[in-house]
T-cell receptor, first 112, second 113 residues
Framework: DAKTTQPNSMESNEEEPVHLPCNHS???????IHWYRQLPSQGPEYVIH???SNVNNRMASLAIAEDRKSSTLILHRATLRDAAVYYC?????????????FGQGTTLQVKP | NAGVTQTPKFRVLKTGQSMTLLCAQD?????MYWYRQDPGMGLRLIHY???????AKGEVPDGYNVSRLKKQNFLLGLESAAPSQTSVYFC????????????FGSGTQLSVL
């Protein structure tokens, strides 16, 4: 299974942009990069996903490196409600067994 | 749509007791997953299913059994609960294509005394 590596924790100030990195050096050509976040005492929720091109939605932007071995989730203006654990995962396209491994994620602290 | 519903939300068991956690989804998803989350840790995959009548082991399957007799339901069973199974359990589901997103339930807090 292709794995992802994220920093354990990051800090940000409120109303400043946040860049959350994810390394996935063993990604294959048909793997989609997904990001989820988990607010305190809640189940994870979908944030964004992409394959090759950068993606934007109302929650965040996803910047994917040209070689696809890394990606960055961008929160343009962090709010206190963005404090959460952020997970970067790969959904494998080539041999899709359905197995999905999450890992530890990055705990984001947002300071007022 | 209710999405993904987990029952119960809370449960306290004594060591050796058995119980079943139910996950129900109303989105006609093929894939369903059971994860556990311990304090300060990420999600660990217990078992998953790629369709009705199928199940497969994840990262930490020992001590758990699962069944997917109906497409909309995925059951997680603990035959003889142990304190090490005290955790928050999350269920998730999705369509097959890998560009489809996962939907999660709100979790079940299980304590085994």
């Amino acid at each position: 299974d292709a794995k992802t590596t994220q920093p354990n924790s990051m800090e940000s100030n409120e109303e400043e942009p946040v860049h959350l990195p994810c390394n996935h050096s063993t990604i294959s050509g048909t793997d989609y990069i997904h990001w989820y976040r988990q607010l305190p005492s809640q189940g994870p929720e979908y944030v964004i996903h992409g394959l090759t091109s950068n993606v934007n939605n109302r929650m965040a932007s996803l910047a994917i490196a040209e070689d696809r071995k890394s990606s960055t989730l961008i929160l343009h203006r962090a709010t206190l409600r963005d404090a959460a654990v952020y997970y970067c995962i790969l959904r494998t396209g080539s041999s899709n067994t359905g197995k999905l491994i999450f890992g530890q994620g990055t705990t984001l602290q947002v300071k007022p | 749509n209710a999405g993904v519903t987990q029952t119960p939300k809370f449960r306290v068991l004594k060591t050796g007791q058995s119980m079943t956690l139910l996950c129900a989804q109303d989105m006609n998803h093929e894939y369903m997953y059971w994860y556990r989350q311990d304090p300060g840790m990420g999600l660990r995959l217990i078992h998953y299913s790629v369709g009705e009548g199928t199940t497969a082991k994840g990262e930490v399957p020992d001590g758990y059994n699962v069944s997917r007799l109906k497409k909309q339901n995925f059951l997680l069973g603990l035959e003889s609960a142990a304190p090490s199974q005290t955790s928050v359990y999350f269920c998730a589901s999705s369509y097959v294509p890998v560009n489809e997103k996962l939907f999660f339930g709100s979790g079940t807090q299980l304590s085994v005394l």
